[in-house]
């Protein structure tokens, strides 16, 4: 009989460990959960953040601020599902475009932000390309919306501070110039 006693004190003994194990995984899926946008599935501010500070140092490393223009009137005439839409798709194709070599989130409401390494050679296509894929109309219940977006970008090698929080003001900056020129047109 000893040899039961001791296969049950492991058992048991195991039990807890058991319990800790399927804990521990349970908060990490949670705050990973938390780190993601629920409709678009782009990563929130900190998420977004803790993965930039890496791409950024990158010499060939973009940042980008993006915010939908008239996402309001989408929403007031063609309702929130509508809107939730036009807001999906803008991810996909944003999350797209940065690829293995840069990543997407979601600031809140219509506004995305993106870092990304773009070689010398690639930077205005591939920023130009952008713009164009996100500019794309979306196709909802029969109806085509069209989209249109604001894009600033900053090349963190062009900065006399080379950190994210510098690149994201001066990307910022950029994106408010663009959404005055496009009034003026």
Not at 1 to 10: E, G, I, N, W, Y
Not at 123 to 134: E, I, Q, T, V
Not at 151 to 171: C, E, M, Q, Y
Request: with cysteine; charged share 20%.
């Amino acid at each position: 009989m000893p040899f039961a006693d001791a296969t049950l004190s492991a058992s048991v003994a195991g039990v807890p460990l058991i319990g800790w194990a399927t804990h521990t995984w349970w908060l990490a899926r949670r705050l990973a959960a938390a780190r993601r946008d629920p409709l678009t599935h782009l990563h929130t501010r900190d998420g977004w953040t803790a993965r930039a500070h890496r791409i950024v140092t990158h010499p060939d490393a973009y940042v980008l601020l993006l915010d939908l223009d008239g996402f309001k009137h989408i929403n007031d005439t063609r309702g929130h599902l509508a809107g939730d839409e036009v807001l999906a798709q803008t991810a996909h194709r944003l999350a797209s475009w940065c690829g293995p070599h840069g990543v997407a989130g979601r600031l809140g409401g219509d506004e995305f932000v993106a870092a990304v390494r773009l070689s010398g050679h690639e930077s205005a296509p591939g920023l130009d390309r952008l713009r164009d894929r996100l500019r794309a109309p979306v196709v909802w219940d029969g109806h085509v919306i069209p989209v249109g977006v604001s894009i600033g970008s900053a090349r963190v090698a062009d900065l006399p501070l080379r950190t994210l929080g510098n690149a994201l003001a001066h990307a910022d900056i950029a994106m408010y110039a663009a959404k005055g020129t496009r009034g003026r047109r």
